[in-house]
């Protein structure tokens, strides 16, 4: 049986801002990991962290405003931002270069950073991300970008993350989120109390629907298509994609494997948006073989 590998957990100055990040590991290539809206490093790379770290230095910043990094009021949160932040975050780090995962929106992160500042990315990992295909947006989404609506609503799921049973948040969260499988694992009572601290951070509220309103002139989402910018790419590119997905269809997933020869596609079975957390074991076999190739 392999060795636990101990993860530490900290925060770093990146310019203005203290960034907490979750680290450890040593091993090349150095791992970067880039988590989706309304998530962090520490909650979203859970399961994948400690199987990842026996072979590499991993690195799982929260993005700011996500997470415990500070949450700037006024904060010019999108995502070009987010992707400037990282950059800045490896060279406070002393790396040149990185293999770097993103999920969902996080993966639009990542394919910003691997197209603007291609010499930092060795190795590109997507999983179930935006970028790739015009998502299948719930009604929440829409209601997010309203003045007044967007903040009643994270009110209620404020208010619900508090006081709602579990039970009944991993109802909602099969229904709206995309998570299908294994849901009292993959939504447990660990990651709910990280849910609560999050909801509860001051500042967080106005961050995700910043981010959220950013993304609103593209076409609700759509116009965050970068399909047709995906030969720009020459790093060796992995897609996982959780078959169920019900945000982002996994026929985004066929289409850039297509577009990009070379590339590699594992999509695994029964899982919803989150593979990483709903099938950890198949997820991390999969990246551990990509980042070992």
Same mark, same amino acid.
């Given at each position: 049986m392999?060795? @636990?590998?101990?993860? %530490?957990s900290?925060?770093?100055k990146? $310019?203005r801002l203290?960034?907490h990040?979750?680290?450890g590991?040593?091993g090349a290539?150095p791992v970067?990991?880039?988590?989706?809206?309304?998530?962090?490093?520490?909650?979203?790379?859970?399961?994948?962290?400690?199987?990842?770290?026996?072979?590499? #230095?991993?690195l799982?910043?929260?993005?700011?405003g996500?997470? #415990?990094?500070?949450?700037p009021r006024?904060?010019?949160?999108g995502i070009?931002?987010?992707?400037?932040a990282?950059?800045?975050?490896?060279?406070?780090?002393?790396?040149?270069?990185?293999?770097v995962v993103g999920?969902?929106?996080?993966?639009r992160? @990542?394919? %910003?950073?691997a197209?603007?500042?291609?010499g930092?990315v060795?190795?590109?990992?997507?999983?179930?991300?935006l970028?790739?295909?015009?998502?299948?947006?719930?009604?929440?989404y829409?209601?997010?970008?309203?003045?007044?609506v967007?903040e009643?609503a994270?009110h209620?799921?404020?208010?619900?993350?508090? #006081?709602?049973? /579990?039970?009944?948040?991993?109802r909602?969260? @099969?229904r709206y989120?995309?998570i299908? @499988?294994?849901l009292?694992?993959t939504?447990d009572?660990a990651?709910l109390?990280?849910? #609560?601290?999050?909801y509860?951070?001051?500042?967080?509220?106005?961050?995700?629907?910043?981010?959220?309103r950013?993304?609103a002139p593209?076409?609700?989402f759509? $116009?965050?298509?970068?399909?047709a910018?995906?030969?720009r790419l020459?790093m060796?590119?992995?897609?996982?994609w959780?078959?169920n997905?019900?945000?982002f /269809?996994?026929?985004?997933?066929t289409?850039?494997?297509?577009?990009?020869? $070379?590339s590699?596609?594992?999509?695994?079975?029964?899982?919803g948006?989150t593979?990483?957390?709903?099938r950890?074991? %198949?997820f991390?076999?999969v990246?551990?073989?990509f980042l070992?190739?």
């Amino acid at each position: 049986m392999a060795t @636990a590998v101990r993860l %530490e957990s900290g925060f770093v100055k990146v $310019g203005r801002l203290s960034v907490h990040h979750t680290y450890g590991g040593k091993g090349a290539p150095p791992v970067l990991f880039v988590h989706g809206l309304g998530s962090s490093g520490y909650i979203e790379w859970r399961f994948t962290l400690p199987a990842i770290a026996r072979r590499h #230095r991993v690195l799982a910043p929260d993005l700011p405003g996500f997470g #415990r990094t500070d949450k700037p009021r006024g904060g010019r949160y999108g995502i070009a931002y987010f992707a400037r932040a990282l950059v800045r975050y490896l060279d406070i780090q002393e790396l040149a270069r990185v293999a770097v995962v993103g999920t969902s929106m996080g993966g639009r992160v @990542a394919l %910003e950073l691997a197209l603007r500042a291609p010499g930092r990315v060795e190795r590109l990992v997507l999983v179930n991300a935006l970028g790739l295909g015009r998502p299948q947006l719930q009604l929440l989404y829409p209601l997010m970008f309203l003045p007044r609506v967007g903040e009643a609503a994270m009110h209620v799921a404020k208010t619900a993350v508090r #006081r709602v049973p /579990p039970a009944m948040i991993r109802r909602f969260a @099969a229904r709206y989120a995309g998570i299908t @499988a294994d849901l009292e694992r993959t939504m447990d009572d660990a990651y709910l109390d990280d849910l #609560r601290e999050m909801y509860a951070a001051e500042g967080y509220t106005d961050a995700y629907l910043s981010t959220v309103r950013s993304m609103a002139p593209a076409g609700l989402f759509g $116009g965050h298509d970068l399909s047709a910018s995906l030969g720009r790419l020459k790093m060796p590119v992995q897609l996982i994609w959780g078959s169920n997905d019900p945000l982002f /269809p996994v026929a985004h997933a066929t289409r850039a494997h297509q577009l990009l020869p $070379g590339s590699r596609l594992a999509v695994i079975e029964g899982a919803g948006h989150t593979p990483q957390a709903e099938r950890p074991d %198949e997820f991390n076999r999969v990246l551990s073989r990509f980042l070992a190739a």
